[in-house]
């Protein structure tokens, strides 16, 4: 067990420097330029702010200084802000979109398993329609769209919520729910297709013969085998929630890290396109690996390989 | 079969109906302690007066040598104020300075400071907070952006170059409250620029002591009618009133508190629902919206920009004049702002736009149109300087412009006036804006969408672009005669000769066609009636320091 996770490690730091080499060299090969306006500046501000910001060094010694940077965790200045970097952006934005999309996942779990379980049960029946039409909706209707219908019902119409920002709880509730349509309708339909399958095997089968209740097939048996697939998602669910929602954050004003992935492209601010990648990569890596972890508790069948009987 | 369906779909409405009602059901009840708590509006009319804005993106630097941009510059022109400053009818009077005199040959400027002028943390302003700031935004090492804002002063550029010393640099403190300026060259929109926040004092001691103190509202200092209170990144700020403003007793506001509120469309909501009292920018249906109702709560401030095609003078056949001005004649500009723009902006048939003093009246209207929409007209033009240039029709071509449902649907509009009134063919291309200025700078494209918002209230800013090899001459348009002219308006300390000077050389440019002006910008917002005292200066987000709350 403990070899796995350390070769786990080691391969995680080994993927997370291949990504970082492409990201800082590919970054640097797409056109366009952070600095450049409306407009060109004097050629002396220009070779200023590139200075400034060791643009104007070969590429080979930028890459060297950047890792350097990096391994004392410094991800570097923000091009675009002399106020906050980008280590700030993180440390300001991660714990609000955590916040948010781990009540955003809290609720798409818990719905979507319910829905995803009473569907499979009633196949084919009312309650089966019922929730698929529900996952057919939130997956088809784009979070913005759901957000601006709910921010015009829920706090313009009937004054229930504030429209925007992060102040209070009562301003997370609307964007947890406007976030955890999609992943709640995937989970919902996942669930359903699993449980159908898992019910139809043989050793649910066997269960029910040896006088098991129905209550206690399903539970101990059906569902937990039912679960796998949908562990196996919650690992990329998990990471792209809880880094923001760049589309949620923007309409409902909350100072997440959401806006970072689009924005550093967007203004080509370079230490914060490499930044959010990594960081962005380390939380996927850490969750993968965490998934694979999970299943053998799940489902004890499954053993990790290198590990003695 | 029709039966089936029909009932199918009955279904699912009710579905969607039940749906609906459960979740209305759901979050009501978890809402209801919410009710009392939320937007207070009722409780702040007894207690200081609260301005509720919104600031449309996080401000990238509230220090004034390396701000830039609206939303730096929002917060700054209310925290900061500079040697002048500027009345709601944008005349220009004393700021931080009382009086000041100009050498005859206007290149020597003294400003005599205030005796009562304060820091927020109670220094004295002084001459030299005002060198030390210029200085500071001029050196190479600060990196600022704007440092060309102070090209002006003699040495400046050269010092901002790395090719000059401090010391060479024209301004000096002779004593705490005179401050002697020495310019390159006479500049007679000089004193306008003393307004401008690049121009802003830094207190010396502060920075000196703490190289960040910008970055943060617990170490903010600032001599304005403002103080910043609190800067939550990315969510919010408050700015409170200076006790240390001199002009203190004319300042109603006790507090202004902003969200930062990326989402046009939220921001509006926002404002519907009593969060915000003041909104800009709109979006745009809204706008149009508004402006159709003719709502009482919207107001349309006049704009120093002016949205425009370039025409890349180096392409055939775009570097024939008549092919540029047949193009630009066939399109419908009434249309465009009306219902495509939709912002009340103003059809432009010149490129400065309206709003800028000229000798007497408005520079703008003085000059009038200086060519017509005129479809006859513009079918022979492109025949001849089609002919001219051994073609007989025009090439397909590409317009491009950069991402933006707005920029779009212009860009569709034209290219629909053009293929119903001349019959010409192009296609549409869409890219990011870094890459657009990318390759505008490398000459690589055809027509591109752009847009220039004056840094100073003068013609010049807009008359400036276009002269042989100017940093901003994307079209790379030169004419020989116009930069003659350019340089007579940049010399001449006499207004008169001045203005004449650039009206001449703006009919130059609207003959060539060098550029295709669409129109000129306004600034639609929308603002609480219980607010009075906002006024939206040409070159700046709407003001609230004489704002009050009723």
């Known amino acids: ?309 | 079969m029709k039966k089936k369906l029909a009932r199918s779909l009955i279904f699912l409405l009710s579905i969607v109906f039940v749906l609906s009602g459960c979740f209305g059901g759901g979050t009501n009840n978890e809402s209801t302690p919410e009710e009392s708590t939320d937007p207070g509006e009722k409780t702040e009319e007894t207690g200081p007066k609260i301005l509720r804005l919104n600031n449309s993106s996080e401000p990238g630097s509230l220090h004034p040598g390396t701000a830039q941009g609206t939303h730096d510059s929002w917060i700054l022109e209310h925290a900061f104020e500079g040697l002048t400053k500027k009345t709601p009818e944008g005349e220009i009077i004393p700021g931080m300075a009382k009086e000041w005199e100009t050498s005859e040959d206007g290149l020597t400027w003294t400003f005599h400071l205030r005796d009562d002028i304060k820091w927020s943390n109670g220094d004295p302003v002084t001459a030299a907070d005002f060198e030390y700031a210029w200085k500071y935004a001029l050196n190479p090492e600060s990196a600022s952006t704007y440092a060309y804002q102070l090209y002006y002063l003699e040495g400046g550029q050269e010092f901002n170059e790395g090719k000059a010393d401090e010391d060479q640099v024209g301004v000096t403190a002779e004593d705490d409250q005179t401050l002697v300026v020495k310019l390159a060259q006479p500049t007679p929109y000089f004193l306008d620029l003393t307004s401008f926040y690049t121009y802003y004092p830094i207190s010396q001691k502060v920075q000196e002591e703490n190289p960040k103190w910008y970055q943060e509202a617990e170490s903010y200092v600032s001599n304005g009618a403002f103080k910043l209170t609190e800067w939550k990144h990315k969510e919010s700020m408050k700015l409170e009133k200076n006790e240390h403003y001199y002009e203190q007793d004319k300042i109603k506001l006790d507090e202004v508190h902003f969200v930062i509120i990326d989402d046009e469309n939220t921001a509006w909501q926002m404002y519907q629902a009593g969060e915000l009292d003041l909104v800009y920018p709109l979006p745009q249906d809204v706008q149009g919206q508004l402006l159709a109702n003719n709502d009482p709560e919207f107001v349309k401030g006049p704009d120093l920009a002016v949205y425009y095609f370039n025409f890349n003078n180096e392409v055939k056949p775009f570097n024939n004049p008549k092919v540029r001005k047949a193009l630009s004649m066939a399109i419908d500009r009434q249309t465009i702002v009306e219902h495509v723009a939709q912002g009340g902006q103003i059809p432009a048939y010149s490129v400065v736009p309206p709003g800028i003093p000229d000798v007497s009246g408005d520079y703008q209207e003085n000059t009038g149109n200086l060519f017509e929409e005129n479809l006859d007209e513009a079918k022979k033009l492109l025949e001849e300087g089609l002919a001219e240039e051994g073609m007989d029709q025009l090439p397909n071509f590409t317009l491009t412009y950069n991402t933006s449902e707005g920029h779009k649907a212009i860009a569709e509009a034209v290219q629909e006036m053009w293929r119903k009134n001349l019959g010409v063919e192009m296609t549409l291309e869409n890219v990011e804006f870094q890459v657009k200025l990318d390759r505008e700078k490398a000459g690589d494209y055809t027509i591109s969408r752009a847009g220039w918002v004056g840094d100073y209230v003068d013609p010049m800013t807009f008359i400036d672009l276009w002269v042989t090899d100017g940093p901003y001459n994307d079209a790379n348009w030169s004419n020989p005669e116009y930069d003659k002219l350019v340089e007579v308006a940049k010399t001449t300390m006499d207004q008169e000769e001045r203005m004449n000077a650039m009206h001449e050389a703006e009919k130059i440019l609207m003959d060539e066609m060098p550029i295709l002006p669409v129109y000129f910008y306004t600034k639609p917002f929308t603002v609480k009636p219980h607010v009075t005292g906002v006024y939206t200066p040409i070159n700046s987000y709407p003001q609230f320091i004489y704002a009050d709350i009723e």
């Open chain 1, 1 to 309: 067990m403990l070899k796995f996770a350390l070769k786990r490690v080691g391969l995680a730091l080994l993927t997370l420097w291949v990504i970082i080499t492409l990201t800082f060299l590919l970054m640097h090969n797409i056109p366009g330029n952070p600095f450049a306006q409306e407009g060109t500046m004097p050629k002396a501000v220009y070779e200023n702010l590139q200075s400034y910001y060791n643009l104007d060094k070969p590429l080979l010694v930028q890459y060297g200084l950047y890792l350097q940077s990096l391994l004392q965790l410094d991800f570097g200045p923000s091009l675009k802000s002399s106020s906050i970097s980008v280590n700030d952006y993180i440390k300001s934005g991660f714990p609000v979109s955590l916040h948010l999309g781990t009540q955003a996942m809290l609720i798409a779990i818990t719905f979507g398993l319910i829905f995803g379980v009473i569907a499979s049960l009633n196949r084919n029946k009312w309650p089966d329609y019922l929730s698929m039409v529900l996952a057919i909706i939130g997956i088809s209707v784009p979070n913005f769209i759901l957000a601006t219908i709910l921010i015009n019902y829920f706090a313009v119409e009937w004054q229930l919520f504030p429209v925007a920002t992060w102040k209070s709880w009562s301003h997370t509730v609307l964007p947890s729910i406007a976030l955890a349509m999609m992943p709640m309708a995937y989970i919902a339909r996942l669930m359903r297709s699993s449980m159908l399958e898992v019910l139809s095997q043989d050793y649910i089968l066997t269960a029910k013969a040896k006088g098991l209740s129905r209550n206690k097939v399903i539970l101990k048996h059906a569902i937990r085998n039912a679960m796998l697939p949908v562990v196996t998602v919650l690992g990329i669910l998990i990471a792209n929630l809880v880094t923001g929602s760049f589309i949620i954050e923007s309409i409902f004003g909350i100072p997440g890290m959401g806006e970072m992935f689009v924005k550093g492209i967007f203004n080509r601010d370079y230490p914060v396109i490499l930044g959010s990648t990594i960081f962005y990569s380390a939380i996927l890596i850490f969750l993968i690996l965490i998934v694979d972890l999970a299943y053998t508790w799940i489902d004890p069948r499954i053993k990790i390989s290198g590990e003695r009987k």
